[in-house]
């Protein structure tokens, strides 16, 4: 069995999105801001409306695992923009930005080992804090994917990009 430090550094790891897929940073190096608010081709929501998912989502799991007064959003409206929502640079460049702090505060978590992976979160249904920080990886990683392939289909990747 792996040890505490072990674990936590691959948790960062995850957090980070190193491993066996590219990372956010990458999957967004680039992207022309006049797609932004482009809706993905058969899909129902933009470019700038996916990373603001992530980054609600990140935050609601890092508000969860932290704030003993966390109350659940709403589904959908909690975790998505509103339908039509269009982002200006600017707050395509702070949807980033947020998503990287809070993504910063969830490594320090994971690295204090007086932050317990297996304590149950008492204001949750028997989650433990070792849960909430795969489930935000897993979805990190699930989204990132998702927009990676959404370059390739709108046509996004700079020219000459490989693979």
């Known amino acids: 069995m792996p040890s505490e430090t072990n674990v936590r550094s691959h948790l960062v790891k995850l957090l980070r999105g190193e491993g066996a897929h590219m990372s956010l940073a990458e999957a967004v190096e680039d992207f022309p801001m006049s797609s932004i608010n482009t809706v993905i081709p058969n899909g129902s929501y933009t470019p700038w409306q996916l990373l603001e998912h992530i980054r609600l989502a990140q935050h609601d799991i890092l508000d969860f695992m932290s704030n003993p ?28 930005s947020d998503i990287s702090d809070d993504n910063q505060e969830l490594q320090k978590l994971a690295e204090d080992p007086g932050f317990d ?39 996004t990747w700079p020219a000459g990009r490989e693979g």
């Open 69 to 96: 007064d966390y109350e659940e959003p709403e589904w959908p409206a909690g975790y998505w923009p509103a339908s039509g929502t269009q982002a200006t640079p600017e707050e395509w460049e702070q949807t980033l």
């Open 117 to 155: 992976l297996d304590e149950t979160i008492d204001w949750g249904d028997g989650q433990t804090r070792f849960r909430e920080f795969l489930i935000v990886a897993d979805h990190n990683a699930y989204h990132t994917g998702e927009f990676a392939i959404l370059r390739q289909v709108m046509g």
